[in-house]
C-alpha cells in the first residue's frame, strides 16, 4: 500500500499530491520518495529501486533523497507522520520535521499525510 502526501512551507511553496511507496501491483519494482536535485532547486519523486535516481526536471544525478541528515532540520522533533514506514523493504519514513525547502532554501517544508493508495 502506498501513502498519498503533499508538502508545504511557510513561504507559499506547495506541492500536488505526492504517492509515495508503491501499491500492490507494483511494489516489488516501485517505491516512490522525494527527492531535492541540487542543479534546478527542485523537488521530485523518484523510485528507490533505481540503480541511478535522476532529476524529472533536468536529468541532473545532482540530488539528495528528503530522508537524508541534512535535509532535515537540525532544531525539530523527530515525529513521524504515520506509524508505518512508506514501504517495504526499505524502511523510508517521513516525519513532521521541517524539511528544506526547494523555494526559500529554509527549513520550513512540512509533509502532510493525506491518505493510502494502491
Known amino acids: 500500500m502506498g501513502t498519498i502526501c503533499s508538502a508545504e512551507c511557510k513561504c507559499g511553496y506547495k506541492t ?3 504517492f509515495l511507496g508503491g ?21 521530485f519523486i523518484g523510485n528507490t529501486y533505481d540503480k541511478k535516481i535522476i532529476c524529472s526536471e533536468c536529468n541532473s544525478e545532482d540530488v539528495i533523497a528528503y530522508n537524508k541528515k541534512e535535509m532535515v532540520s537540525p532544531f525539530d522533533t523527530n515525529i513521524e507522520i504515520r506509524s508505518e514506514t512508506i514501504s517495504f523493504p526499505n524502511k523510508l519514513k517521513l516525519t513532521n520535521q521541517e524539511y528544506f525547502c526547494p523555494k526559500c532554501h529554509k527549513y520550513q517544508l512540512k509533509f502532510s499525510f493525506i491518505g493510502m493508495c494502491d
Not at 23 to 43: A, S
Open 16 to 18: 500536488k499530491e505526492l
Open 23 to 43: 501499491g500492490r501491483m507494483n511494489f516489488l519494482t516501485k517505491c516512490n520518495f522525494p527527492y531535492f536535485c541540487k542543479k534546478c532547486n527542485e523537488l
